[in-house]
C-alpha cells in the first residue's frame, strides 16, 4: 500500500502531550508497516488559543522520539520549513480555500448563511437548560431565503457557515477499530464550518485538507467519534471519497478517570529527562494496542511496525501507569550496552568506568536520574561519611573501625583482586581465620565503599572501584570514626 497517506494534526495550544504522542506513534507505525506516508498537519485555526512556541515543540518532540514525517513542518537550519507537495501544512496558511469550500457548499444547499448573534445564542443555551432540552441550535437562520441571506451579507452583516444537517434518518460510517457506528440526525445539531472571521472550525478544514493531501486513512483520538456523522456527510455533501476511520481509545489514569499530571499527563518532551524514548514509545504503543503475543519488549521502531495492526486496537480506555513506565525504562536500560546507556543518560563516565559501573546498578534504576544518582559513589573523589551508619546495629565504634583497618591491611597485601568472586573467597576465609565476624567487617567495608547502606555487592563495588581507592576509602572512612 505505497499510496497508503495518514497524518498527524496536533493544533499549537500548548506543549505535545503524551496522549497526542500515542497519536502520532499509532500513524507513524501504520504507515511504516505498509510503506505508506506520515505527514505532521498543523491545525491551528484557533487562533485565540494558539501559543507562540508550540509549533517547533511539536516538531521537536517528534524528532527527539524518532517519529520523523515524511511531509509537513521540520527544522532545517535551527528555522521551520516545510517539505512535500501537498502543502501548505499548516492551516491558517489555507484560509481561501476553506472559504471556497464553504461557498460550495452554502451555494449547492448544503450549508447557510447564520446571523445569530452571541446574545442570542446564549439566551438559546439558557432557555433550553431551563426546559431540560438537549442544547443545539435551532436552525433560526436555515428558513432565510438565499435572496435574504446574500442581502445581509451585503450590508456587511456578521455571520457563520453552519451544515444543514438531515432531519431524518441516520448515518451509519465504518471504524476500523470500533465497527459500524450508527448517528441519528436527530440528535445532531447545523455545526458551524466557517467562524465570522473567516477562519474555519476543525470540522470544515480537516475535511478538506483530508481530501487535499489524499489521506487514505485518518487515525484519531476517541474524543473526534462524535464528530464522525459530520465528516461523513461533508464528504458526501463535496462528492469526494472519503478515508478510512479509526478512532483510538482514551489514555485513563488510575480509576479509570481522566488522566491527570500526578498520574502522568504531562508534556512529552518532560518524559525525556527519566526515560529513554524507546522506552516511552514501547509502553504507550501497549495503551490500547495488544499484539495479541507473549512478547512485550520492543528495542526499535522497525519491531513495532512491524506487529503493529488496527485490528488488535482496542475499544475501551487504556490505563497509564507509572510503574509500568518505569519497568519499561529499566528493560530498554538494559538492554543498552553500558557505553550506549552512560551517553544516552549523559552519565559523566569513560567508556572503561561505564562498563566497570553501570552493570553493577542497572538492576536499581528505573529512572535515569536514579541512575545518574546511582553511579554518583563510584565517580566522586571523597565520601562524606555518618560516622553512625558504619558501625553495624548493636556494633561498636571501636569494633567497626578496628575492623576497617584490618580489611585494608588485609586487602592491601592480597593477590585476590583479579575478580569479584577471587576477592569475596579470600577475604570470607580470612575473615573466619581471624574470628571476626562477616558483619562486623563487611558492613563498614560496604558503607566506607559507598557511602550507603544499601548498595551492590561489597565484593563487586571494590572490584570496581580497583585497589588503590578501595584502600583508600577504607581509611578514610575509618578516620571518620
Known amino acids: 500500500m505505497s499510496n497508503l497517506r495518514v497524518r498527524f494534526a496536533p493544533s499549537p495550544t500548548g506543549r505535545l502531550h503524551i496522549g497526542g504522542l500515542r497519536s502520532a506513534l499509532f500513524n507513524y507505525l501504520f504507515a511504516k508497516k505498509h510503506g505508506g506516508t506520515f505527514i505532521l498537519r498543523i491545525e491551528d485555526t484557533d487562533q485565540k488559543r494558539t501559543v507562540p512556541g508550540m509549533v517547533e515543540d511539536i516538531v521537536d518532540t517528534l524528532q527527539a522520539y524518532g517519529l520523523v514525517p515524511d511531509e509537513g513542518p ?71 431565503t438565499p435572496t435574504d441571506a446574500h442581502a445581509r451579507i451585503a450590508q456587511g452583516e456578521p455571520h457563520v457557515v453552519r451544515f444543514a444537517m438531515p432531519k431524518d434518518g441516520e448515518t451509519v460510517a465504518e471504524d476500523l477499530v470500533r465497527g459500524q457506528v450508527t448517528f441519528k440526525y436527530a440528535t445532531l445539531e447545523d455545526s458551524v464550518l466557517l467562524k465570522a472571521d473567516g477562519f474555519p472550525t476543525y470540522h470544515l478544514a480537516n475535511v478538506v485538507d483530508d481530501h487535499d493531501m489524499e489521506i487514505t486513512q485518518v487515525i484519531r483520538a476517541e474524543e473526534w467519534l462524535p464528530s464522525l456523522a459530520l465528516h461523513v456527510l461533508l464528504y458526501q455533501a463535496f462528492a469526494w471519497n472519503p478515508p478510512q476511520f479509526a478512532h483510538l481509545p482514551l489514555i485513563l489514569g488510575p480509576g479509570r478517570k481522566k488522566l491527570s499530571k500526578r498520574d502522568g499527563a504531562t508534556a512529552a518532551a518532560d518524559y525525556r529527562r527519566d526515560y529513554l524514548p524507546l522506552a ?25 511496525a512491524a506487529d503493529f495492526d488496527l485490528a488488535k486496537v482496542h475499544k475501551a480506555g487504556a490505563i497509564f501507569s507509572l510503574e509500568k513506565l518505569k519497568h519499561f525504562n529499566r528493560l530498554h536500560m538494559k538492554a543498552l550496552a553500558p557505553t550506549e546507556l552512560a551517553k544516552v543518560a549523559d552519565v559523566k563516565l569513560t567508556p572503561d568506568e561505564a562498563n566497570r559501573y553501570l552493570p553493577l546498578v542497572i538492576d536499581r534504576a528505573t ?66 581465620k581471624s574470628g571476626l565476624t562477616n558483619v562486623g567487617v563487611l558492613w563498614p567495608a560496604r558503607v566506607a565503599l559507598t557511602g550507603q547502606r544499601n548498595s551492590p555487592d561489597v565484593f563487586d ?21
Open 74 to 144: 521540520t527544522r532545517s537550519d535551527g528555522k521551520l520549513v516545510e517539505r512535500g507537495d501537498h502543502g501548505p501544512y499548516t492551516q491558517s496558511q489555507r484560509l481561501t480555500r476553506y472559504v471556497a469550500a464553504a461557498k460550495q457548499l452554502v451555494e449547492q444547499g448544503s450549508a447557510y448563511p447564520c446571523f445569530c448573534t452571541a446574545e442570542r445564542l446564549r439566551a438559546l443555551r439558557a432557555s433550553q437548560k431551563n426546559q431540560h432540552l438537549p442544547p443545539g441550535y435551532d436552525g433560526l437562520c436555515r428558513t432565510l
Open 280 to 304: 516511552v514509545l514501547n509502553f504507550i504503543a501497549l495503551l490500547g494496542w495488544n499484539p495479541k503475543t507473549d512478547r512485550e519488549l520492543y528495542l526499535n521502531l522497525a519491531e513495532l
Open 367 to 432: 529512572t535515569l536520574s536514579e541512575l545518574q544518582a546511582l553511579v554518583q559513589f563510584f565517580t566522586a573523589a571523597t565520601l562524606t561519611y555518618d560516622a553512625t551508619t558504619l558501625v553495624p546495629k548493636g556494633g561498636d565504634k571501636a569494633v567497626a573501625q578496628s575492623a576497617l583497618q584490618a580489611l585494608h591491611d588485609f586487602w592491601q597485601g592480597s593477590e585476590a583482586w583479579s575478580s569479584a568472586a577471587g576477592l569475596k573467597t579470600a577475604s570470607l576465609n580470612w575473615i573466619k
Open 461 to 481: 563495588v571494590a572490584i570496581a572501584l580497583g585497589k588503590e581507592r578501595s584502600l583508600q576509602r577504607l581509611k578514610a572512612a575509618q578516620q571518620a570514626l
